[in-house]
């Protein structure tokens, strides 16, 4: 009898998860597995903030899939997705096309610019590694260059962060660390260098509990980081924003760095599939898999999944990724196997923790509030913790973090 072909397309948090676990749970006569990724290495989205800001080496974010992955059980296949057809269970790929019995999309997310003018064109997003590389170096270089020209232009040493998100609030903190540094090596005045976070909600990292909110505002304004809240950016330009606060205060905001961190949607093959979703994100069933399409499931960034407490999606996640890769991973198993009964995906929520550079950090776990020293050590756990999942105790050895007390 022919063995069914599963394949996974992507190999971050998500896709990764489901490929190593299932590479556990079924024999090699059961099924082929195939994993299909851009890249042949995996990062740590979580981590790109790091790269970015130039506080950790790209390549500690990062690392090659096949040392993961059991090569035997599961064949990987280097290459981009550009469209799938469900109708013929075929993929469209840039060096050719794979068909399959059963599919898991798990190519996670891509910046949204919420259709502001001149953003796409003028703003770095931190996507990935490629573009983590580019805005460290960016920025070093304009570090480099202020000092090299007659007319210095201080916008060059201005860097404007789009959103008090998460994203946003990490990076301002692996910045503010980041900055002095610089300044020393490009022998630049400290207090020339603008950081300004531009965020259009009326607070800082919604969604957190106030006492923390106000630990981490104080926290990065002591380290020279200028908010600027309810202010929305209007436009992206050569060299800076157009910022508004209500309808009236507009200004331009001059600024050679300009990084949006502001919004997420899920990878635009999902649409260019014809996959129907709400900004990239298919609302999957509770088995997560495609509602009328049996034989796909969607994880992490590329899903959505309703929080029925409050009735409003789940935020993307690493964790939730995590967690929905190990329980796709069991109904893949149980398919293959013939069961027709699958597992119902509830997301277990261990606590959110925001990093505000090496040494400080803000979150909860186990519904406690954790702050600075101790919420930095939990971090890098919770790092290591990721590592650990995919990879086992080498993959923790390897990447981990361990300057930790
Ligand atoms: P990803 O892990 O992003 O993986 C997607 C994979 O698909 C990548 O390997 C990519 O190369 C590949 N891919 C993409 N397009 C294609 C294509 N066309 N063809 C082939 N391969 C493709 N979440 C937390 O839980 N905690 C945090 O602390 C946290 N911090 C974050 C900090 C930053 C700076 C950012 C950007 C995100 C953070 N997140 C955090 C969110 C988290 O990183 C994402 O929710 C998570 O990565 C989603 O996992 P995923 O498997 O869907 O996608």
């Known amino acids: ?41 995996h990062y740590e989205t979580t981590w790109l903030h ?24 599961v064949e990987f296949v280097q290459a981009s997705v550009e469209e799938i057809k469900t109708e013929e269970n075929t993929v469209i790929l840039d060096n050719g096309e794979i068909s399959y019995d059963y599919l898991v999309i798990a190519l996670g997310a891509e910046a949204e610019t919420f259709g502001i003018k001149g953003l796409k064109e003028h703003a770095f997003t931190i996507v990935n590694v490629n573009a983590a590389r580019q805005i460290r170096e960016h920025i070093e270089y304009q570090f480099a260059t202020y000092n090299t020209e007659k007319e210095k232009k201080d916008e060059r040493l201005s860097i404007v962060v789009g959103g008090a998100g998460f994203t946003g609030i990490e990076f301002l903190g692996e910045l503010a660390n980041r900055i002095p540094e610089l300044c020393k090596e490009y ?27 106000n630990y981490a505002v104080s926290y990065l304004e002591k380290k020279g980081v200028e908010f600027r809240i309810g202010t929305a950016i209007k436009e992206g330009i050569p060299g800076g924003i157009i910022v508004a606060k209500g ?104 606590g959110t ?8 950090a803000i979150g909860t776990a186990f519904g406690k509030k954790v702050i600075g020293g101790k919420a930095a050590l939990l971090k890098k756990v919770i790092d290591n913790r990721s590592l650990f999942m995919i990879g086992g105790p080498s993959l923790v050895f390897k990447k981990g973090k361990f300057n930790i007390f």
């Open 187 to 213: 022998d630049v005045d400290y207090h020339k260098v603008k950081l300004i976070c531009v965020e259009a909600a009326p607070t800082v990292l919604p969604g957190f509990d106030p006492e923390l909110v």
């Open 247 to 350: 309808e009236e205060e507009v200004e331009e905001i001059k600024a050679e760095t300009v990084v949006w961190a502001a919004g997420v949607r899920g990878n635009s093959v999902i649409e260019n599939s014809g996959l129907e979703a709400m900004r990239g994100r298919v609302k999957v069933a509770h088995d997560l898999r495609v509602p009328g399409k049996d034989n796909v499931f969607i994880v992490g960034d590329c899903s959505l999944v309703i929080n029925e407490e409050i009735n409003r999606p789940y935020p993307p996640t690493a964790q939730i990724a995590m967690q929905q890769g190990e329980v796709c991973a069991r109904n893949l198993a149980a398919l293959v196997r013939g069961k027709t009964e699958l597992e119902t995906f509830e997301f277990h929520n261990k």
């Open 50 to 73: 790091e790269a970015s800001a130039g506080t950790l080496h790209h390549d500690r974010v990062r690392y090659d899939i096949r040392e993961v992955i059991d090569t035997h059980k």
């Open 1 to 41: 009898m022919r063995k069914p072909k599963i394949v996974i397309l992507g190999a971050g948090y998500g896709g990764l998860m489901t490929a190593t676990r299932l590479q556990k749970q079924i024999g090699v006569n059961e099924a082929d597995i195939i994993l299909v990724n851009k890249n042949d290495y």
């Open 353 to 360: 923790v925001c990093s505000l550079g090496e040494d400080e």
